[in-house]
């Protein structure tokens, strides 16, 4: 399978430079090839594909005075641009179509000066060195190893995020590195107040850094909403914003890194509920918390790690009554308040820790050991039980008399 590796580089002051007029000319050709894309459409013609597109916009753009400094870079990274263009339009048909699985994706959007730069290289634009990388036209970029490359890479981005922070990712090929099976497994119930309750109990927190540098954020982002655009003050204000957001993100995805390694590496098989968190997100009292934690980066993790480890990552349907259902008897004991952290079963007396009862459920759906103990899920009754009042039931207004 394929692997994305990454790596900080330190470029000097004439690489950045160059680095620069690598980006622009990437961003140039692809907005120039979308724009005439999108002439293409409106005249109702059909995508004239990508060998028309490099003709046009790369080997005779540079032949016009207009165009002529594209011959000062790797054209390479130009017919990358290109296929990448291409490919961004071939997602957009067959997300049309339905033959793409998942949310639709729309089409491609022209690129902008002030957000994240990229440009990929494949072989013969890029050579790696013991201690640098030298790139074409470019130079030898200074590389930080944080960890040894399995093999040789197939090709190289150069990124430039918003915090003017610069890496290098490349594209690897490796081999599953399957562990020895264990016996144990676990379900893991996802929430605000705990990131993860797994079913044994065990809860972990969330580092919640957008919550715990959020003064400071506000206090950032006014500071650059007074000042002049175009200014050079209002650029630092910019940066300044850029890296407060880049250390909220890494802090997150170094924290989901270590837990979902752990997970897998302690485990065979976990079970995880399929939340719908972009529905969840439109709750505009919970929105800034669900984004927060990193739900969705969480599974996706997960996936992958599975799959290189050999686990054996399972999701249950999200209508599953994990939070309602008694872990014990497999009763239901009906829809609860999120206030409600703690309730006791009406039928088998279990008190139970709402988190860890929906994890301990989780993981029996996963198994297929979700059957009741009255008879394997058939129909009941309904009946009428009355509840003690020190008895804490499923919601508040249940205290007196419930019906099931």
Known sequence: MKARYRYRVYPTNKQKTALAQLFGCCRVVWNDALAFCQEYYSKGEKYPGENQLQKQFITQAKKTENREWLKEVSSIALQQSVQDLNKAYQNFFKSCQGKRKGKKVKPPRFKKRRS???????????????????????????????????????????????????????????????????????????GIIDFATFDDGTKVKAPKPLKKRLKKLRKLQRNLSRKVKGSKRREIARRKVAKLHAKIKDTRTDFLHKLSTKVIKENQLIALEDLNVSGLVKNRKLARAISDLGW????????????????????????????????????????????????????????????????????????????????????????????????????PRYNQLSLF
Request: hydrophobic share 30%; charged share 30%; aromatic share 6%.
């Open 116 to 190: 994240a730069q990229s440009a990929r290289l494949t072989k013969g634009g890029f050579k790696v060195h013991q201690h640098n990388i030298k790139l074409a036209k470019i130079g030898k970029l200074k590389i930080k190893w944080t960890r040894t490359l399995p093999d040789e890479p197939t090709s190289v981005t150069i990124i430039k995020d918003s915090a003017d922070r610069y890496f290098v990712s490349f594209v690897v090929e490796i081999n599953p590195t399957i562990l020895p099976k264990t016996d144990k497994n676990c379900g893991i119930d996802l």
């Open 296 to 395: 969705r980066s969480f599974r996706t993790m997960l996936e992958a790690k599975a799959e290189i480890y050999g686990g054996d990552f399972r999701v249950i349907d999200r209508w599953e009554p994990t939070s309602q259902k008694c872990s014990c008897c497999g009763e239901k004991g009906g829809k609860k308040e999120l206030s409600v952290r703690e309730w006791t079963c009406l039928f088998c007396n279990t008190k139970h820790d709402r988190d860890i009862n929906a994890s301990t459920n989780i993981l029996k759906v996963a198994e297929g050991h979700s059957e009741t103990q009255n008879g394997r899920g058939d129909r009941r009754k309904t009946m009428s039980k009355v509840v003690v009042v020190d008895e804490t039931s499923t919601t």
